[in-house]
């Protein structure tokens, strides 16, 4: 898949808030993607009250969020034995699921699959207007095998449910679909629709200034655009901070470089992620390597926020900025603490490489 149909994907199980009165500030936390606040208050509420259904789904959230893989599962299947009749509770579950087949086996994958569709299918018969049931369940469609159940035309179907219940939603799931195919006049003129049909959706605007910065359609004019119009929408989520410094790190803009990291350091401070996304671009041009490497060690400096890159992963690619620096016994170092934090890092690959 092309790098702006991974970010279209991510963006797109997401979610968008959906108005505090109808959320608890966890849930409203958690959409905003400010995950350890969230997990803070979570884990208070799963110590006071560890029988209460609505906790126990908080919590299998905010633990697959950071990566955890045993605790969330018991604890999504917790909240449905407490409360069954809650839709959100059943796709919670789902999603954990969906996330255990990533690393089960085949003929586990075929009864997680079943479990998932189960589950999937009891939360949309309680709630028939869950868009994120819905998201989840197209992305099944599209991303299954054959065997067990994937199918792109139930995809598109599903897609057309969502389109029904919010146009906002269609459209995204519409562009979902064309960057699954690799169709990038549909991909964009889907999500500019999305984005005129609710302006003041932040997650549309980020869609599509990153799939402004894909190789799919580069264009940081409109993607620098779309990112200044998200952040003032808000400017206590990273993504706009994000998206800027990846498109000012390729330009070779450092003022407003560091001007841009500093800001989102500074209204959200618990998430580096601008740092990691600057140092990946120049990693990749291979532009500015002591600026790269220092970004990189900014975000080991503190534990990523839910959903961003690990800290494995940025010890990797510290490591890969260290070798083309030519320092070798440095980039060793951080490929073996890669190795250490995640067996299954490709940092494995770098040091059978002999450096």
């Known amino acids: 898949m092309t790098r702006a149909g991974r970010a279209i994907g991510a963006l797109w199980l997401l979610g968008e808030a959906i108005g505090a009165s109808a959320q608890g500030a966890p849930e409203k936390l958690i959409v905003d993607g400010?995950?350890?606040k969230a997990r803070a208050m979570v884990e208070t509420r799963i110590r006071e009250a560890p029988n209460d259904a609505l906790a126990n789904f908080l919590f299998s959230q905010v633990r697959n969020a950071f990566g955890n893989r045993e605790t969330p599962l018991p604890a999504a299947e917790k909240a449905v034995a407490l409360d069954g009749r809650t839709a959100k509770y059943h796709r919670q579950l789902a999603e954990v699921l969906g996330v255990t087949a990533q690393h089960a086996n085949v003929f586990q994958q075929a009864l997680l699959a079943r479990r998932f569709r189960r589950e999937i299918d009891t939360a949309l018969a309680l709630d028939p207007r869950d868009t994120q049931a819905w998201r989840d369940l197209m992305?099944?469609?599209?991303?299954?095998p054959g065997i067990i159940g994937g199918d792109e035309g139930k995809a598109a179907a599903a897609a057309q449910r969502l389109a029904a219940i919010d146009?906002?939603?269609?459209?995204l799931a519409q562009?979902?679909?064309?960057a699954y195919h690799k169709q990038t006049g549909k991909t964009e003129e889907s999500l500019r629709k999305a984005v005129e049909a609710q302006p003041t959706s932040y997650r549309a605007r980020i869609a599509l200034a990153q799939?402004?910065?894909?190789?799919?359609?580069?264009?940081p004019e409109n993607a620098e655009r779309q990112a200044r119009e998200a952040l003032?929408?808000?400017?206590?989520?990273?993504?706009?901070?994000?998206?800027?410094?990846?498109i000012y790190a390729d330009r070779e803009k450092w003022g407003e470089l560091d001007s841009i990291l500093a800001a989102g350091a500074k209204e959200v401070p618990d998430d580096f992620v601008p740092y990691y996304?600057?140092?990946d671009r120049l990693l990749a041009s291979g532009t500015d390597l002591p600026r790269a490497e220092r970004y990189l060690r900014t975000y080991l400096g503190q534990e990523p926020e839910g959903n961003e890159?690990?800290?494995a992963e940025a010890h990797w690619k510290l490591g890969l900025v260290l070798e083309k620096e030519a320092r070798n016994t440095e980039a060793a170092v951080e490929w073996r603490e890669a190795l250490r934090l995640d067996p299954h890092s490709l940092a494995a690959h770098e040091l059978k490489r002999g450096l």
């Open 232 to 246: 003032k929408l808000d400017g206590s989520r990273v993504g706009a901070y994000a998206v800027l410094a990846e």
């Open 211 to 219: 799939f402004y910065l894909s190789s799919m359609a580069l264009s």
């Open 175 to 178: 562009a979902r679909l064309a």
């Open 34 to 36: 400010h995950w350890k």
């Open 277 to 279: 996304r600057a140092a």
């Open 167 to 171: 146009p906002v939603e269609g459209f």
């Open 139 to 144: 992305e099944y469609y599209l991303l299954a």
């Open 309 to 311: 890159p690990p800290l």
